[in-house]
């Protein structure tokens, strides 16, 4: 059974009010007149199970702040005065925060002062990690990968969201796009999950600076396209810094005729196995799937940008938290065709990061039993529509936005098993049957496979199991089938 996730009201927000410092530069941190209060509100947990324990506890005012009541129950904030009420329905709470306004003052304080340094900041001084970064940094880091590496580095816009901001990815390759495999990998579907931006950020950074200097880097810029959407739900994003520190949704507004809390899940927006268990028919609810498959930009970009791009073969949809690696299938809960080359994979991944970063074993599985049942979700259509492997991180934490000192980890944690889900797609990558890298596949490169064969080089070892014959030739014929 998965664990309990436990939320850390102290790192993270409801809504969070950030005073405009006199020298920023023009991204207003949310005034704290727009910004919702939680004074006198206490964070906690509660013992709800089912739908009916959700809708007592919500009739005497208390706001479920989890995505969905797990088996261990949920964690809720509760306005002042309710707990003894709670207690009268019979249910368990444990204070998790006792002061939520307090927490979020302080964190916002926290944040505001390290973005005031980092705006100031001289040649060299500090770093984008030191703390969570707003839009117009996250823009200008990107521009600053750019300007390191322009032979590297390059800039794409995939779409627009709902309130027209763009939405941004990073293309890192060392030439040769298009007849190699592409890895694509986005941060922030959720808006809340902050720590996924820093963490897709710091592997860009890491592959710019790393290429001609690491080898396993430099071999895998060679031989991968890296496609990374650092915010994908660019409005949602914005609204957590601005308004509502715990939002998860995008910013779909709602008719006038309809409730006023809405937003859509991108996470429940794709078009397989849409509309099923495992999300939501109701525009209030945080796994809202919205009116139809693709209805969202965000996710209609995303699909048309993998539509123009057939090279990708590979995946991330990074969240957070959880400490989890998860894969197809999310919505049905029978194994899937690929089952076992992904649990070996989530495995070998998860033993990098137990050696590397002491954070205690991340959980391997498919989503829909390692977590719970997920209709629309990202990781089946990249699987079935979008030809990639592809898995999600849940990212460490005890929270959403966990304490400044935790990024910089959290970041690390998952870097070297994502080099491996790479190496891994690119050595069976059918792009390998271009064996003269001339972007063609033709007769040319079958005498290369076989004078490579002959010479027992490592590029004729097909089937990856060091030795060559018979296996190889056929693997290399299925993959210069496929290509050519
Ligand atoms: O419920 C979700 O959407 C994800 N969990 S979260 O706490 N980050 O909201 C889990 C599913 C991730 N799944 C896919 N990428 N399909
Ligand atoms: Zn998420």
């Known amino acids: 059974m998965r664990r309990y996730r436990f939320i850390s009201f102290v790192s ?7 005073a405009m410092p006199a020298t920023a530069a023009a991204q207003p941190l949310a005034g704290d007149a727009g910004a919702a209060r ?24 208390a706001a479920l702040v989890s995505c969905e009541l797990s088996p261990a129950g949920g964690d809720f904030i509760l306005p002042p005065g309710t707990i003894a009420g709670a207690e009268a329905l019979g249910f368990t709470i444990t204070i998790v925060e006792p002061d939520v306004q307090g927490a979020l003052d302080r964190e916002s304080a926290r944040i505001r002062a390290s973005l005031d340094l980092y705006r100031q900041r001289g040649e060299g001084e500090g770093s984008f990690f030191d703390d969570y970064r707003p839009l117009p940094e996250v823009d200008a880091f990107i521009d600053e990968l750019i300007a390191r590496r322009p032979d590297l580095v390059s800039r794409f816009e995939i779409g627009q969201s709902h309130e027209g901001r763009p939405i941004w990815g990073m293309r890192i390759s060392a030439a040769q796009d298009g007849c190699k495999p592409a890895f694509i990998l986005n941060g922030l579907t959720h808006a809340r999950e902050w720590l996924t931006v820093m963490n897709v950020l710091y592997l860009a950074e890491q592959l710019v600076d790393g290429y001609g200097v690491d080898p396993q880097v430099t071999d895998l810029v060679d031989r991968v396209e890296w496609l990374i959407i650092p915010v994908l739900n660019p409005d949602g994003y914005e609204y957590t810094w601005t308004t509502e520190r715990f939002w998860r949704k995008n910013r779909r507004e709602p008719p006038p005729s309809a409730p006023t809390r809405w937003g859509v899940d991108p996470n429940r927006n794709y ?70 080359e992904y649990q070996a994979l989530g495995d070998a991944m998860a033993d990098l990061m137990v050696e590397t970063h002491d954070v205690g074993r991340w959980s391997v599985g498919p989503l829909s039993t390692t977590l719970y049942r997920v209709s629309g979700g990202s990781t089946d259509w990249f699987y079935v529509e979008g030809g990639a492997m592809s898995l999600t991180y849940e990212l460490r934490g005890g929270s959403f936005n966990p304490e400044a000192s935790e990024i910089l980890p959290g970041c690390r944690d998952t870097y070297e098993a994502t ?26 490169d079958v005498l290369a496979f076989l004078v490579a064969f002959g010479a027992g080089e490592d590029a004729a070892d097909f089937d990856a199991d060091a030795d060559h014959d018979i296996d190889d030739v056929l693997a290399f014929l299925a993959a210069f089938g496929e290509m050519s």
């Open 12 to 18: 993270l927000g409801l809504a969070c009010g950030f």
């Open 38 to 61: 939680y004074d006198g509100q206490v964070g906690a947990h509660i013992d709800a199970r089912t739908p009916e324990d959700l809708e007592r506890l919500e009739s005497i005012g």
């Open 271 to 340: 078009s397989f196995r849409w509309g099923l268990a495992g999300s939501s028919g109701n525009p209030a609810s945080q796994t809202y799937r919205g009116p139809a498959p693709f209805s969202e930009p965000e996710t209609r970009a995303l699909r048309d940008f993998v539509f123009a791009t057939p090279q990708i073969r590979a995946h991330n949809d990074v969240h957070s938290y959880g400490h989890d690696i998860l894969f197809p299938w999310s919505q049905l809960t029978e194994p899937s065709p690929d089952h076992d």
């Open 419 to 444: 080099l491996l889900h790479a190496a891994h797609v690119a050595d069976r990558s059918s792009f390998r049957a271009d064996m003269d890298n001339d972007c063609d596949f033709d007769f040319d």
